[in-house]
C-alpha cells in the first residue's frame, strides 16, 4: 500500500505546478470578483473539512488571482474557524491535487494500476458507454450510486441515480455515520434529533457518546460552555476521559462500550421507581410504556452497575440528576453509541430517558424546531435531500428492487439511502455490477479489504476526487478530478432558515465541480433537460425557486445570506396540536402516532421492538481489550488532512494507539514503543501512547491511517436493525513488537 510522494505526484500529474507563480489566473469564473493588481478582495465559500452540517462560512482574499489568506465569514452563524478548515487553504495548492481525468491501464490486481490521463470527454464516453451497457445487461439497479463523508455531491449524485433509474444510492452516512442513530429517533419519535443546544429554560443535559470540543463546530462548543457557566447540570456518558467530560460533567459516567441499553436502563429503573417520570405523558404518548416498565424493573442499579462496569450510585444519581432538574435536554452522538452490535437498541434506549421524562419538545428540554426549511427538512446535504430534485418519487416507485431489502428490512422501510455494509455480498450474488462513488475511502468500512476485492470484480467502479488515494483508487478504472471548496459555485449554503451563495475561483488543472461532474454524466445519458446542460447554477435555481429565491439573489446578498420567512409561529408541544404529522392529527409522527418505547416497524421485521440490552463481542483470556475505535482529534477528518495539508500533519505524523497507563505497564509497553495490535480478525502494527484519557480495559485510534487501517481489526457482524459494524466494541490483544 506504501507509494511514494513522487509516484503520488506523477500520478496526479502535478510535476507542473509551481505555486509561486500566478497559474490560475481567474478570466472564466464567473463569480469572484476580480482584483486589480495588487489589491485584495474578500470572497466567500464553506469550510468542508469535518463535513459538519451546516458548514463553516470562510472568507478569503485573492491577490493577483491566488487566494493568498483567509478567516471566518464575518456574520455567518458558524464562522469561527478551527485548524482543519485553515487546513483547507494549503489544501488549495496541494501539489498533489489531482488535475486530470486519469483512466487504468492495467487489470485489476496489478502492482500498478497503469493510471494515465485522459480527456473529460473520454472518461464520460467510458462511463457512459458502461452504465448503458450494464443497464441493457442486468438492469439499472445493478449500478450502485454512492458518496463518501463530503455532503455537499450529494443531491446531483442522487438526482443522477434516479435519472439513470437506479434505486441503490447509498452514502457514508448510510454506512457507518449519522443515520444509525437518525433510524433510532425515526422508529422511536418520528422525527430526527441529537437533541438541541441548551438555552436559558435548561437546567440539565445528557451528553452521550460524543466528544464535541473535538468533533463539533466551535459554536456549538462554546453553547455548552456557556450553559456550564449558567448552572445546567451535566451528566456526560463516555468511557473515555475527554475534554468534554472533564470540562462540563458534573457526573461523568465511564461505561464498558456497547452496554447503553443497559445503562439506560438502570437510569429509567431509578427514575420510574422513585416516580420522578412524567405520568401523564407516558401514559398518553409512549406506545408499550407497560412493556418499557417491566423491560426496565429487571434492571435495578446494581445489575445495570455491574453489566456497564460502572459504580451503581453512579446511575443512582445520575437519574435522580436529570429527573429533577427540569426540564432537561441532550447532545447525543452522531455514531459514539451505534458503532457496535446493538446500535439502533442502544440508541433507542438512551432516547427513551427525556422521553419518560417528558422533555420532549418542551422550551429548554428537546426542542423541535417549528419551521425546519421546507422540502429540506432535517441535515441539508447530508440526509433528507430536497425530495422533488432527486426525484424521491422514482426511489419510493422502485423500492422493490433496493439491495438492503433483504437484510436490513427496517432500514430499507425507514430511510431514504441504502445501507452499503452489505456490498461485498451483493457483489458475489452478481447484483452490483458497477460502482459510481463521489469522494469515498474503501478504510471506513470493517474489513476493508472485503471491499477492495469486490471494487476489483466489478464491470466498472469509478472514483471523483481530490487526491489520489491508493488504497481506495487502486481498485476503480476511472478517477475524476474534483474542485475544492474554494473553486465551486454548487451547492449554495443552508443554515437555519438563511440561504448563503457561495464565490468560486477556477479550478486547478481540469477539475471540476462535483455537481457539473455529476449533471454532465446526465447529459451523456440523454437527459439534457433534467440536468439542466450541465450548468451548475441552473440546478441550484431549480432547488431555490421552491422558496421564491435565485442564486442571483443569493449573491446579491452575499455576506447577509437570504432569510425564508417561516409560515408560522414557533410552538411547543406541537404532538398535541396537530403540528407534527403529516395529517394533522396530534400525535408524534410515527406509525402508533406515540413514541414508541415498542417499535411497530420493528415488530413488523421481527426484529427486537423494545430497547433492549443484548450482549456483544466477548473479550476472552486471548483477547482482553476492547478496542473503541474513531474517536475523534481535533486535526484530523477520518483519511483526510495526513498529506492533504501538511500544517496538520506536523501536528500528528503517524498512527497512535491510545492504552491507559496500567494497561501499558502491564505488558511492558512505554510511550512510543512498537507495539502490534491483534484481534480475532486481523493486526496491525502502531505506536504506543500511553494515556489517562482511556478507561482500563480499552484501547483506542483513529482510522483512516493506510498503514495501520484499524478497519483491518474490526469484524464484519452487523446490527441487524442498522446493519451497523461494531467499531467500538472489538476484542483485542496488543504486544510489544
Ligand atoms: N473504525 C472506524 N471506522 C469508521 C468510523 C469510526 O469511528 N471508526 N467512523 C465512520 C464515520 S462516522 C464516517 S463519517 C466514515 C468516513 O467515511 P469517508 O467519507 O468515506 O472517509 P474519508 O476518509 O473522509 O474519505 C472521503 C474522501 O472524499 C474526498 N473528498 C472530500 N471532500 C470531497 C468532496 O467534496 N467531493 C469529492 N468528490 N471528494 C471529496 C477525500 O479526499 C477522501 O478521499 O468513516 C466511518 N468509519
Ligand atoms: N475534528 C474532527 N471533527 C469531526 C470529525 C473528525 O474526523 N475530526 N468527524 C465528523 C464526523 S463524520 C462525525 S460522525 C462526528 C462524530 O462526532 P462525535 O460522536 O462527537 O465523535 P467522537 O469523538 O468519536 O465521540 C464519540 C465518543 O463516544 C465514545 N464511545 C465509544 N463507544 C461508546 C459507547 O458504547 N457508549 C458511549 N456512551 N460512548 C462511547 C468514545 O470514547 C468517544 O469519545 O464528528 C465530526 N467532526
Ligand atoms: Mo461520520
Same mark, same amino acid.
Given at each position: ?187 422511536? /419519535? ?168 417528558? /422533555? ?366 461494531? /467499531? ?10
Amino acid at each position: 500500500m506504501a507509494i511514494s510522494r513522487k509516484t503520488l505526484q506523477k500520478i496526479a500529474g502535478a510535476s507542473d505546478i509551481e505555486l509561486s507563480k500566478n497559474k490560475y489566473p481567474m478570466e472564466s469564473n464567473t463569480l469572484a470578483k476580480k482584483s486589480s493588481s495588487g489589491v485584495e478582495e474578500a470572497q466567500y465559500t464553506f469550510c468542508d473539512a469535518c463535513n459538519g452540517v451546516p458548514m463553516c462560512g470562510i472568507e478569503y482574499f485573492m491577490k493577483d488571482g491566488i487566494v493568498t489568506r483567509m478567516n471566518g465569514w464575518p456574520g455567518f452563524p458558524t464562522s469561527s474557524l478551527c485548524s482543519k478548515a485553515y487546513g483547507t487553504l494549503q489544501r488549495l495548492y496541494h501539489p498533489n491535487r489531482l488535475k486530470y481525468p486519469m483512466k487504468r491501464t492495467k487489470p485489476k490486481g496489478s502492482s500498478d494500476p497503469g493510471f494515465v490521463r485522459i480527456s473529460w470527454d473520454e472518461a464520460y464516453d467510458l462511463i457512459v458507454k458502461n452504465l448503458n451497457q450494464i443497464k441493457e445487461k442486468y438492469g439499472p439497479h445493478a449500478a450502485f450510486f454512492y458518496v463518501g463523508d463530503p455532503k455537499e455531491p450529494r443531491a446531483a449524485v442522487q438526482r443522477l441515480a434516479n435519472l439513470y433509474g437506479s434505486v441503490n444510492y447509498g452514502t457514508e452516512s448510510s454506512t457507518g455515520c449519522r443515520m444509525g442513530s437518525q433510524i433510532a429517533e425515526l422508529l422511536t /419519535y418520528g422525527f430526527e434529533t441529537l437533541g438541541s443546544p441548551p438555552n436559558d429554560k435548561t437546567k440539565s443535559m445528557l451528553v452521550w457518546g460524543t466528544n464535541p470540543a473535538y468533533s463539533s463546530d466551535p459554536a456549538d462548543w462554546k453553547n455548552l460552555l456557556q450553559a456550564k457557566e449558567r448552572g445546567v447540570k451535566f451528566i456526560v456518558v463516555d468511557p473515555r476521559v475527554t475534554p468534554t467530560a472533564s470540562v462540563l460533567a458534573d457526573i461523568h459516567i465511564q461505561p464498558k462500550p456497547n452496554t447503553m441499553a443497559a445503562l439506560a436502563s438502570g437510569m429509567m429503573h431509578v427514575i420510574f421507581k422513585e416516580n420522578l417520570h412524567d405520568e401523564g405523558f407516558c401514559n398518553k404518548w409512549i406506545n408499550g410504556i407497560d412493556e418499557l416498565k417491566e423491560y426496565v424493573k429487571g434492571f435495578p442499579p446494581e445489575k445495570a452497575a455491574e453489566i456497564a462496569q460502572v459504580p451503581a450510585q453512579q446511575i443512582i444519581d445520575a437519574a435522580r440528576l436529570y429527573a429533577t432538574n427540569t426540564p432537561g435536554g441532550m447532545k447525543l452522538s452522531s455514531q459514539g453509541t451505534t458503532h457496535n452490535t446493538n446500535a439502533a437498541n442502544n440508541h433507542r434506549s438512551i432516547l427513551m430517558i427525556p422521553a419518560i421524562c417528558g /422533555y420532549l419538545d418542551v422550551p429548554g428540554g428537546v426542542e423541535k424546531p417549528t419551521n425546519p426549511m421546507e422540502g429540506m427538512a432535517g441535515p441539508h446535504w447530508g440526509g433528507d435531500l430536497p425530495p422533488k430534485f432527486t426525484y424521491r418519487e422514482k426511489t419510493i416507485a422502485n423500492k422493490a428492487h433496493r439491495l438492503d431489502n433483504e437484510r436490513t428490512p427496517a432500514w430499507a422501510e425507514m430511510m431514504v439511502p441504502v445501507q452499503t455494509s452489505y456490498l461485498p455480498e451483493w457483489v458475489e450474488e452478481g447484483k452490483v455490477k458497477a460502482f459510481l462513488g463521489w469522494g469515498f475511502n474503501v478504510m471506513i468500512w470493517a474489513q476493508t479489504h472485503e471491499y477492495q476485492k469486490a471494487l476489483d470484480k466489478l464491470d466498472f467502479a469509478m472514483a471523483v476526487d481530490y487526491f489520489f488515494r491508493p488504497w481506495t483508487h487502486n481498485h476503480v478504472d476511472l478517477v475524476l478530478p474534483v474542485a475544492v471548496n474554494f473553486e465551486r459555485q454548487a451547492p449554495f449554503g443552508i443554515h437555519g432558515r438563511t440561504l448563503h451563495g457561495r464565490n468560486a475561483i477556477t479550478p486547478i488543472g481540469e477539475a471540476r465541480e462535483d455537481w457539473k461532474i455529476a449533471l454532465d454524466i446526465g447529459v451523456r445519458l440523454g437527459y439534457a433537460e433534467e440536468c439542466f446542460n450541465g450548468d451548475v447554477i441552473a440546478a441550484c435555481n431549480d432547488i431555490l425557486k421552491m422558496w421564491d429565491t435565485s442564486y442571483d439573489e443569493l449573491n446579491k446578498n452575499l455576506v447577509k445570506g437570504v432569510s425564508i420567512p417561516p409560515k408560522q409561529k414557533n410552538a411547543f408541544k406541537k404532538y398535541e396540536k396537530g403540528m407534527m404529522r403529516g395529517d394533522g392529527k396530534p400525535g408524534f409522527p410515527t406509525p402508533s402516532g406515540k413514541v414508541e418505547a415498542v417499535s411497530m416497524v420493528l415488530q413488523k421485521h421481527g426484529n427486537v421492538a423494545l430497547p433492549e440490552y443484548k450482549e456483544g463481542l466477548k473479550t476472552s483470556e486471548e483477547f482482553p481489550l476492547l478496542l473503541v475505535s474513531g474517536s475523534r482529534i481535533p486535526y484530523i477528518t477520518h483519511s483526510k488532512w495526513r498529506e492533504d495539508s501538511p500544517w496538520l500533519f506536523e501536528l500528528q505524523k503517524e498512527p497512535l494507539l491510545m492504552v491507559h497507563p496500567q494497561d501499558a505497564a502491564k505488558r511492558e509497553i512505554q510511550k512510543d514503543d512498537a507495539i502490534r495490535v491483534t484481534s480475532p480478525w486481523g493486526e496491525i502494527e502502531v505506536k504506543a501512547n500511553p494515556t489517562i484519557m482511556m478507561v482500563q480495559g480499552a484501547v483506542g485510534m483513529m482510522h483512516g491511517w493506510a498503514e495501520a487501517n484499524v478497519n483491518a481489526l474490526v469484524p464484519r457482524q452487523f446490527d441487524p436493525i442498522s446493519g451497523y459494524a461494531p /467499531y467500538k466494541e472489538v476484542p483485542c490483544e496488543i504486544k510489544k513488537v
